[in-house]
């Protein structure tokens, strides 16, 4: 059974820390792309990084390059994304995703979100 279980999400203050942790069962990692996708409020869903872990290339928004960092832990078939500098408009909950390739459109199974809350 696939499943994806996303935790570490909390609130923090801006200019804080959080790191995200998606533990993946069912499947190894190493043969799939990761994606992190969060939705705010009022808002559609959006990508915010992926991992390729075939190869290890890695993807960001534009809003939060320089800030968040994506990575595996193929020995605990764990994705973290690690998020610095956090800002009031990185309020969401966010998901984790599986797929043969990054990119909303190509993710089959998803996990629960996580809430992250950064205050101002």
């Known amino acids: 059974e696939v499943q994806l279980q996303a935790s570490g999400g909390g609130m923090v203050q801006a200019g804080g820390s959080l790191r995200l942790s998606c533990a993946a069962s069912?499947?190894?990692?190493?043969?799939?792309?990761i994606g992190w996708l969060r939705q705010a409020p009022g808002k559609e869903r959006e990508g915010v990084s992926c991992?390729?872990?075939?190869?290890?290339?890695?993807d960001y928004a534009d809003s939060v390059k320089g800030r968040f960092t994506i990575s595996s832990d193929n020995a605990k078939n764990t994705v973290f994304l690690q998020m610095n500098s956090l800002k009031p408009e990185d309020t969401a909950v966010y998901f984790c995703?599986?797929?043969?390739?990054?990119?909303?459109?190509?993710?089959?199974?998803w996990g629960q979100g996580t809430q992250v809350t950064v205050s101002s």
């Open positions: 069912g499947f190894t990692i190493d043969k799939y792309a």
């Open positions: 995703a599986v797929g043969p390739y990054c990119g909303s459109r190509w993710y089959d199974y």
């Open positions: 991992i390729t872990n075939s190869d290890g290339s890695t």
